[in-house]
């Protein structure tokens, strides 16, 4: 995913000279083909990321294309009023890419870890919010992003749970995309990120009736598209490993609560902090996001319907 | 050197009395901090920015950023004065469904940024620069912040990167009138010296009177003139809530607003010139 995110980077950085890659001194190497490919575009804007995103804005308002590059506990958690204030409020065409996201620093603690992210971004106007999955939903999410010329945050997790798709997709503003083909009246998977692959797995094992919905662009949403889904399942399971409070599980839930009411499972972070120092699994298993664990909460939860 | 010539406008005294007009219409407040900039903003615009064919969002025009926003009505002002605002907005400050606000909003054509939460529009403007050196044009960012705005921490992360960067196409006033919202500055967050510190981020550095507008005007234009690849930092040590006797150096009037007597004392402080 990781190669994919460089290689669709340097292919947008050659083709239009405006792309400016601004990092506040991360991604060592992960950039190395842009800054051999690319380097008169290339600032290393130092460790000063409220600086570097009003000066993406400086740049953007002349007419360069920035790039914001940043582990997602800074970019865009840190700089929340810097997005709000110097880029949305004027639509600035500015891609903020958050990496690292949910435990993917599960040996660093809460400083590098991230699960606030989504929901710090959500609440702000006229911002776009994409969450890949793997190596083609990022391609597809820096185009549309690109494209779009509007102020956007890409969500970028844990890169090495293998591909949920097989081949190329095209990631449409606000569509979810069907990773895994189930029957009507079955359950319903939603989820983002890290936790789709985790989702295809447990609905292969468990639930064969199960469809697995994708969520590239968690913002703005499809809400006719969720409807639908909400009408056709038994219940829907979100999952996602960012907070319960104001990620993917929310986004559904508010909008299936206007439209379409459906109990809804929202698997994610607990409203809490990791306690302990442990892998990435580890990590998974503290917070009730591992496989295991997953499957038995909507074993519960099924139960009492 | 050439001197200002008044007979391009932007008088001090039409500016102020402007501002008082519309902090009464509104019953706003802010007006100390709009005082403190008035000579300032007058020198820039009437010697200094370049707005080709006098259009506001001009391609190629320099930059005013007021990263202090709540010095905006001085900007109004001076935007008064070339012909982009109509009077009505002046009349009917703060009305209700009305376009100008108590702080700096960048969806103002004039004004560059959204400020007034401080420490913004510095960046901004550091990136404008940058882009305009990546660009090869001649185009200048002026980024007015205030002597209280400098106590966030983007200024001089911003700071390093304009130095480092050699945007010598950069150049910060600091409006260092001594208060902040609740004090003066050496009670709040004392700053020590404002040059040193910006010379020793790697600025060229000229403090001046700054409510003398030959002394700005000369300062500016000998920072323009210099050979170095550095950024520029004018001090300008002015006085908050200069022109009018009962506000200077009186922070109250960081939050008061004009009754009818006050504004009416105010006008003739204004119009007498009071020094």
Request: proline share 3%; charged share 20%; aromatic share 8%.
């Amino acid at each position: 995913m990781r190669a994919a995110f460089s290689e669709v980077l340097v292919r947008l950085a050659k083709a239009d000279p405006n792309v400016l890659l601004l990092t506040g001194d991360h991604g060592y190497a992960l950039f190395d083909d842009f800054r051999r490919e690319c380097p008169a575009q290339y600032i290393n804007a130092g460790i000063a990321e409220q600086n570097m995103v009003g000066m993406a804005a400086g740049l953007a308002r002349a007419g360069f294309r920035p790039v914001v590059y940043g582990l997602s506990a800074f970019i865009p958690v840190r700089v929340v009023e810097q997005i709000k204030l110097d880029i949305a409020h004027d639509k600035l065409p500015v891609i903020l890419i958050g990496d690292g996201a949910g435990f993917v620093y599960s040996h660093l603690g809460t400083s590098h870890q991230s699960t606030e992210d989504i929901a710090c971004s959500r609440a702000i106007p006229d911002l776009s919010v994409y969450s890949p999955a793997d190596r083609f939903e990022v391609t597809a999410c820096m185009e549309t992003a690109y494209h779009a010329k509007a102020p956007a945050y890409l969500r970028m997790g844990k890169s090495d749970r293998g591909d949920v798709h097989s081949a190329a997709v095209d990631v449409k503003i606000g569509k979810l995309l069907q990773a895994r083909q189930g029957k009507v009246g079955g359950v319903a998977f939603i989820a983002t990120g890290a936790l789709v692959r985790t989702a295809i797995d447990i609905a292969e094992e468990h639930y064969p009736d199960a469809t697995v919905w994708s969520v590239p662009s968690i913002k703005p949403m499809d809400g006719e598209l969720v409807v639908t889904i909400a009408k056709q399942s038994r219940t829907i399971v979100t999952l996602e490993d960012h907070s319960v409070l104001g990620g993917l599980g929310s986004t559904i839930a508010e909008i299936t609560s206007e439209f379409a009411p459906v109990r809804i499972l929202r698997v994610g972070v607990q409203d809490r902090f990791s306690h302990y120092c442990g892998s990435y699994e580890y990590l998974l298993k503290e917070h009730g996001l591992d496989r295991e664990t997953i499957v038995q909460k909507i074993c519960d939860f099924l139960a009492l319907s | 050197m050439v001197m200002n010539s008044m007979n391009k406008g932007f008088d001090a005294k039409v500016l102020r009395k402007t501002v008082l007009d519309m902090a009464y219409a509104g019953s706003t407040v802010h007006i100390g901090c709009a005082f403190s900039i008035i000579e300032i903003l007058a020198v820039l615009y009437r010697d200094h920015l370049r707005y080709p064919g006098n259009e506001p969002l001009a391609a190629g025009r320099d930059y005013l950023v007021l990263s202090k926003g709540h010095g905006v009505m001085a900007q109004y002002a001076c935007m008064r004065e070339l012909g982009w605002l109509k009077e009505e907005a002046f009349t009917h400050y703060f009305a209700d469904g009305s376009d100008l606000k108590g702080l700096s909003d960048s969806r103002i054509p004039g004004l560059e940024v959204t400020s007034g939460s401080l420490g913004h529009g510095f960046s901004v403007g550091v990136g404008l620069a940058m882009g305009a050196k990546l660009r090869g044009s001649d185009q200048k960012v002026y980024a007015v912040v205030g002597d209280g705005e400098i106590n966030e921490g983007p200024i001089w992360e911003g700071a390093l990167f304009a130095s480092h960067h050699g945007l010598k196409n950069f150049m910060v006033i600091v409006d260092e009138n001594g208060f902040q919202a609740m004090g003066p500055t050496k009670d709040v967050l004392h700053l020590g010296s404002v040059q040193s510190k910006f010379e020793s981020f790697g600025f060229e550095t000229i403090t001046v009177d700054g409510h003398d507008e030959a002394a700005i005007h000369n300062a500016v234009t000998r920072l323009w003139a210099s050979d170095a690849s550095l950024p520029k930092a004018v001090i300008a040590k002015t006085v908050k809530g200069k022109g009018v006797p009962f506000m200077e150096n009186n922070n109250m009037w960081h939050y008061t607003r004009l009754n009818p007597e006050t504004y009416a004392q105010a006008l003739s402080a204004v119009a007498g010139g009071a020094q």
